[in-house]
């Protein structure tokens, strides 16, 4: 039972284009939606977040976008780095979960082409 | 220090053998989690600590896998008579809150191979 998707293991973008990372979950019950960013070696870390009652969260080169009616999200890089190189999380929590269990996606790995 | 740490890095080990792994948290982080995380897929949900209490275990894949938190900072996942399918990057974080907007500090990780 995979209750965050993301159905996309790989993108490869060229360095200053736009990078689009999706995300679909299933249960309406999830209220806040987040992305970690994973290094090789090292733990993921936080990116951005959005709760459910916002559309649109931006922060610099990142945005990120809910749709919940379609039980979507998507993650916007622009403009794309190789440094952004990664593999991208998508995570989701809610009262339903507890409030604190944070459900995860599979990733999706990023390569930025220089 | 400044981030979550978790020793060992690696361990590898033998099936049948016992093996513990550790974290310390970021201080002053009360809520302490324990995810699993195996090749080609997300970080899985095993367990979470509020203080020295397990809030919810409902993560654990069954009884050979038990952790603690005796003084509400350190925690030790402790797994028993290990197999080649517990083999994994077992990944501790931490945060402020266990409010719903908390996000979580990762060390890590600790990857344990099981031959």
């Known amino acids: 039972d995979q209750q965050v998707k993301q159905n996309s293991p790989s993108l490869s973008v060229q360095e200053g284009r736009i990078s689009i990372l999706n995300c679909d979950y299933t249960?309406?019950?999830?209220?806040?939606f987040l992305w970690y960013k994973k290094y090789p070696a090292e733990g993921p870390t936080f990116l951005i977040s959005?709760?459910?009652?916002?559309d649109k969260n931006e922060d610099g080169r990142f945005t990120v976008f809910l749709n919940k009616s379609a039980k979507h999200l998507s993650l916007h890089i622009v403009p794309s780095q190789p440094g952004d190189s990664a593999v991208y999380f998508c995570a989701a929590k809610g009262d339903h979960t507890g409030g604190f269990k944070t459900i995860f996606g599979a990733g999706t790995r990023l390569f930025v082409k220089a | 220090g400044a981030g979550v740490s978790q020793t060992p890095s690696n361990k590898v080990t033998e099936k049948g053998k016992y093996v513990e792994l550790r974290c310390d948290p970021i201080?002053?982080?009360?809520?302490l989690y324990w995810y699993r995380q195996s090749l080609g897929q997300g970080p899985e949900f095993l367990i979470y600590f509020q203080g020295t209490g397990a809030a919810d275990d409902s993560g654990l894949p069954n009884d050979r896998f038990f952790a603690v938190r005796p003084e509400g900072s350190v925690s030790t996942l402790k797994i028993q008579r290990t197999e080649r399918g517990d083999s994994a990057v077992y990944l501790c974080?931490?945060?402020?809150?266990?409010?719903?907007?908390?996000?979580?500090?990762f060390g890590e990780g600790s990857r344990l191979t099981v031959l």
């Open positions: 959005i709760s459910s009652i916002k």
């Open positions: 974080a931490s945060s402020l809150t266990h409010a719903n907007t908390g996000e979580l500090f």
């Open positions: 201080s002053g982080h009360t809520a």
């Open positions: 249960n309406s019950m999830f209220d806040y």
